[in-house]
């Protein structure tokens, strides 16, 4: 695996969720898998759970590890081929990626979208820069468009539970519901969602959200999509929850509907659903406190799956480069 910033980067999903439940159940049984290997990891924006759990995996592979808030401690960079640099930025993508690449085995970088040109964001340049120049692979610690260790961690949590409840005589119905939000955030968790929930197709899959939410077809090609939550979550056996702004109208917040906000009530309509949320998340107001300190709630589990979506992604990818 050369580089990881999608679904499509990833040969064999459900090996990958193996390998990554694995992990869990014996967290060092590669320990020397990454001895003498060194890790990177940039942020350009910031992070608890990503950061951390890239860190502990790392260091459970056997890993050095560097961490570098590039975003509000390095040089502002620049990421257009060609730029005349006399503004704002002080250092190119293509002098800074390739020293990265000398220090580091495998690079990791975080980079937000800024919600303010699609065209932009949805090209993805900045990991795409990355790639181009740091000469070694990449991970995706969430880019402008998606969030592939957060999908990950949620299909290995999705799968443990499967595991777990028995579900074994159906496809169980995973329903993706949008949910209110005081500012406007990215699509990214949702898009990463909807491409790995149809790139793993063992699932009945269902997203509801208002008019004005839809989501880049590429992602969402394949799932049920409605604009009507309670129906979306009859019969649900998991229901992720999150926020975006609007694809359409790009980085706005259309609504502010709190009656998507998913309570009790609402999950009496569902199959005792397993509910989810990606964390950080706004409560009583883009989730209640009824349901996140409630049984159905996955959230401390899915985020501690992070860990073992990360330790499995780059253990294929120093697995590659033996
Ligand atoms: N879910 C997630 O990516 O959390 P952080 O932003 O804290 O890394």
């Excluded at 020293?99 to 065209?119: C, H, Q, T, W």
Aim: net charge negative; charged share 20%.
């Amino acid at each position: 695996m050369k580089q990881f910033i999608s679904a499509h980067d990833v040969s064999d999903i459900p090996e990958l969720i193996t390998n990554a439940l694995n992990y869990k159940a014996n967290p060092r049984r590669d320990e020397l898998l990454g001895k003498h290997k060194r890790i990177g990891c940039l942020f350009l924006n910031p992070s608890m759970r990503t950061r951390l759990s890239t860190q502990v995996a790392a260091q459970q592979l056997g890993m050095e590890i560097v961490i570098f808030n590039v975003g509000n401690e390095g040089w502002a960079l620049e990421f257009e081929d060609g730029a005349i640099m006399n503004g704002t930025t002080s250092e190119h993508v293509k002098d800074a990626a390739p020293i990265m690449g000398n220090y580091f085995d495998i690079l990791a970088v975080r980079s937000f979208p800024k919600l303010e040109d699609r065209d932009v964001d949805y090209s993805d340049h900045i990991i795409k820069q990355f790639i181009k120049y740091a000469g070694v692979p990449v991970i995706s610690l969430e880019s402008a468009t998606l969030h592939p260790l957060q999908s990950l961690a949620d299909l290995i949590t999705i799968k443990e539970s499967i595991i777990e409840q028995k579900i074994t005589d159906r496809k169980p119905k995973i329903v993706l519901t949008w949910a209110p939000h005081v500012k406007a955030l990215p699509q990214c968790v949702a898009n990463s969602f909807a491409q790995w929930v149809n790139a793993w197709g063992e699932a009945d899959f269902v997203i509801a959200h208002p008019e004005g939410y839809h989501l880049e077809e590429s992602y969402t090609a394949g799932a049920t999509i409605t604009h009507n939550q309670e129906e979306a979550l009859t019969n649900a056996d998991f229901i992720y929850v999150k926020n975006w702004s609007s694809y359409s109208d790009y980085g706005k917040v259309l609504c502010n509907d709190n009656a998507w906000m998913l309570n009790n009530k609402k999950l009496q309509l569902t199959n005792n659903a397993k509910v989810m949320h990606c964390l950080p998340v706004r409560r009583n107001v883009e989730l209640s406190d009824e349901i996140l300190d409630g049984p159905n709630s996955l959230v401390t589990k899915l985020a501690s799956n992070r860990v073992w979506a990360a330790q499995s992604v780059i253990a294929e990818m120093l697995k590659s480069r033996r």
